[in-house]
């Protein structure tokens, strides 16, 4: 099922807030994921950013509390919806929805909703903390309505605290997880990411060109589809929205943070691409060059993770490895799902156009170690293939 999260009906409600300035970079991340924006807009949000902005980068009409009229958009429009975002939400109206007023076109349409509803509160840190604001935000909660923890830092008021609302980036990731099937609910999910670096020096090392961008996208899809996830991550950048995040340097690291998770995952899914061998001797100062035509190093074996893993694996538990080739692939993939005691590997030609280290797409083909199951290929953005590896793996 690639492409899920396009073509999707979300309606965004802007009550007033100066945090309104983050949404028209929302609305441009909605439309980039080929999405349609219905906007609502109280008349406090259009001091901070206009109708004519939004409706210019949504490329539809922006409703405001003068669009009451006979064609009911505070029921349409929920109506129409797969979710409703309120970002930012203010104090005020974060206190209309709590106690169910209704006195504008945002709230009324809130109200009138069946919808997932997603609330991003945005004020300063006193008038988020006081109590009557977390009683309101209490209440939402207990009727299922998602309400987002602000972020810390520098306010518009000056003042430095709790009260920021989330990056527009990281709204997209709830919105998404609202939308995506939860059946993933419940489970938890172990996922390792990107290179080892294993040092020969304090400034040297060996280490190969993986991004990380297969294993997050592992982690990221299961996350959406409900799923508690920890990601161990190699020395590159992961965004960890959501996810707990675990950085490590070397494969030693690597495999003493899986040990200590291994019993928490009921998937443990081993995407990193592990330096398969170290230095015998690290050298604490730098090796200099001076004196030196040539520079034999030599190198030792690193423990094999998911071989590791595929020796502790308890009952039950399902372990996903990776299998990065340049020849004879296949055949090498298969050998080390028997070898490791593996569930499923994912193997790909890494010498392929659009496959492999440091790109956005990928070509993985899925290799059960049922073999009454059959085996599968999936091509496309590392996100997609990770969705429909998900789906595959859950079907059995």
Known sequence: ?????????????????????????????????????????????????????????????????????????????????????????????????????????????????????????????????NPATQENIAALKRRGIFVAEPESGALACGDSGKGRMPEPHEIMHEIFRALCVHDMAGKHVLVTAGPTHEYIDPVRYISNPSSGKMGAAMAREAWYRGADVKIIAGPVDVDGYGLSVKHVVSAQEMLEAVRADLEWADYVVKAAAVGDYRVKDYSDRKLKREGRDTLTLELVQNPDIAAEVGKLKREGQVLIGFAAETDNVNAHARDKLARKNLDYILANDVLASGSGFAVDTNTLRLIPRDPSHPERVFTGLKEDVAFDVWSNVLAG
């Not at 979300?10 to 441009?28: C, H, N």
């Not at 490329?59 to 669009?67: A, F, H, N, P, Y």
């Not at 005020?92 to 504008?104: Q, R």
């Open 1 to 129: 099922m690639q492409n899920w999260k396009s073509n999707r009906n979300i309606l965004l409600g802007i009550s007033g807030g100066i945090a309104a300035y983050k949404i028209p970079q929302l609305v441009r991340l909605i439309t980039k994921a080929r999405c349609q924006a219905e906007i609502i807009m109280t008349d406090s949000a259009q001091q901070f950013v206009t109708p004519m902005t939004l409706g210019t980068l949504s490329g539809r009409k922006v409703w405001t509390d003068s669009d009451f009229d006979s064609s009911i958009p505070h029921i349409r429009l929920p109506q129409w919806a797969e979710v409703l975002v309120i970002a930012p939400c203010s104090a005020n109206t974060l206190g209309k929805l709590a106690h169910g007023l209704a006195d504008n076109l945002l709230t009324s349409a809130a109200i009138a909703s069946a919808c997932p509803v997603l609330v991003f509160p945005a004020m300063n840190e006193h008038m988020y903390e």
